[in-house]
């Protein structure tokens, strides 16, 4: 399976993963058993059927940056297809295989895509990143508003290389094995450093679950992310299953 490299400029940038296989053994003892429950939630044991994914990732920081960019990937061969603007502003329509990026445009898109498929399956991102260190906190208090839900921490070290290492994610994780909340840490000097926001709207795609809806802030000032049009293509079909 291939899977995403990380993200552009203003928005979040990411670890580069690869799926690795590990023996039980092993990753018994290095990741909680939280990190394999929110992943199974989110459609972990069946991604396996999905052969191609469509969505529209929209984000903006207010005064700083705003963009939509339309993705479809086939996780098993790794083809990428987007259409959106480049670094100029200008329309751009890239099409590529990730293990054949060989110029500037097909490097700048990849840098996007891997930034808003974080965004679209960070959940089994963080299970197939081997490299990251993942820490159940306990029940915590959330960020914003009333309640708890147990923290996981998800942590690239600095010496991983990769776009931007030392990125940590903070999943607050209500006890559906729902995300109800992100807080995310840069580790480099990119902006921006700090992003709070909500993990709501979700829907089901196919076999996926995704929140498409998030709301919070981006170095304080009002950050709001919403993911449109997501539909699967499942193994055996040629038919685009919405999410509903």
Known sequence: MTSPTRSTTMTIRLLAFGVVILSAASWAQTRPPILEQVAKAYGLDSFGQVEAIRYTWNGEITGLFKA???????????????????????????????????????????????????????????YWDTSAT????????????????????????SEL???????????????????????????????????KATWTGYKKAGPLLISTEHRGTADGKPLHIFISDVAVKLTGSDKWVDAQ
């Open 68 to 126: 939509a960019r339309v993705w479809e990937w086939e996780p098993k061969t790794g083809k990428v297809a987007f259409e959106g603007k480049d670094k100029d502003g200008k329309p751009v329509k890239v099409t590529y295989m990730r293990s054949e990026i060989n110029d500037d445009a097909k490097k700048q898109a990849d840098a996007g895509f891997t930034n808003d498929n974080y965004w679209l399956l960070f959940p089994l991102h963080a």
């Open 134 to 157: 993942v820490t159940d906190e306990g029940m915590k208090k959330l960020p914003a508003g009333a309640g708890s839900a147990t923290l996981v921490s998800v942590k690239y070290g």
């Open 161 to 195: 290389g990769g776009y931007t290492p030392g990125d940590t994610w903070n999943l607050y994780v209500g006890k559906d094995k729902r995300v109800e909340y992100l807080v995310f840490q840069h580790g480099g000097d990119k902006k921006p450093s700090l992003v």
